[in-house]
């Protein structure tokens, strides 16, 4: 059976970074992208970029450019997000989700979301 | 591109035809538009890509419709598991955006 674990919720204060885990099983990890979408509570999704775990390529959207790195550990099929210099409106659910490149048959498997919370 | 849902709530009752709408600010390249489901508290499921085809394991009462700037999904009979939040999405391009949802409640 397809799953992504994401790691726990994180409280942490403007300025700091944040570091989510996702972590994939029963099926190959480096046939699909991760991407990642984050979901401020109530309110709708906002996509944040994607990494080819093949070959590590990346590519964020034009917001967080320069504030977020995605990368992963192929050894323990795990995809990571992390962003940097938080502030309050960084306060969101965020989610990993596979994308079949080759199928381009959308987000077919998402994490249980992992809520982070900025506040000082 | 800009995705606009509406109506932003419909209220019906179990039985019933639901529509949904979905309107983009640019042509959605190769109808590259998925509909996803989410019910409080969990994370979206896949529902329909490609504009009309539907995940698996996904009912035939969903039915997703459209090209270009204007798309549907249809649920043909609601049953009462279908009332939650719907989000269409373009993607496939690296410049991926979701509409901001419907809100399918009951009458």
């Known amino acids: 059976q397809v799953h992504l674990v994401q790691s726990g919720a994180e409280v942490t204060k403007p300025g700091a970074s944040v570091k989510v885990s996702c972590m994939a099983s029963?099926?190959?990890?480096?046939?699909?992208?991760i991407e990642w979408v984050r979901q401020v509570p109530g309110q709708g999704f906002e996509w944040m970029g994607y990494m080819n775990p093949d070959n590590g390529k990346t590519g964020y959207a034009q917001k967080f450019q320069g504030r977020v790195t995605m990368t992963r550990d192929t050894s323990i099929n795990t995809a990571y997000m992390e962003l940097y210099s938080l502030r309050s409106e960084d306060t969101a659910v965020y989610y990993c989700?596979?994308?079949?490149?080759?199928?381009?048959?959308?987000?077919?498997?998402w994490g249980q979301g992992t809520m982070v919370t900025v506040s000082s | 591109s800009v995705l606009t849902q509406s109506p932003g709530t419909l209220s019906l009752s179990p039985g019933e035809r639901a529509t949904l709408s979905c309107r983009a600010s640019?042509?959605?390249?190769?109808?590259?538009l998925a509909w996803y489901q989410q019910k409080p508290g969990q994370a979206p499921r896949l529902l329909i890509s490609g504009a009309s085809t539907r995940a698996t394991g996904i009912p035939d009462r969903f039915s997703g419709g459209g090209s270009g700037t204007d798309f549907t999904l249809t649920i043909s009979r609601l049953e009462p598991e279908d009332f939650a939040v719907y989000y269409c999405h373009q993607y496939g391009f690296g410049r991926d955006t979701f509409g901001q949802g419907t809100r399918l409640e009951i009458k």
């Open positions: 989700a596979r994308y079949d490149t080759r199928q381009r048959n959308g987000f077919d498997m």
């Open positions: 640019q042509s959605v390249r190769t109808n590259y």
């Open positions: 029963g099926y190959t990890f480096i046939n699909y992208d």
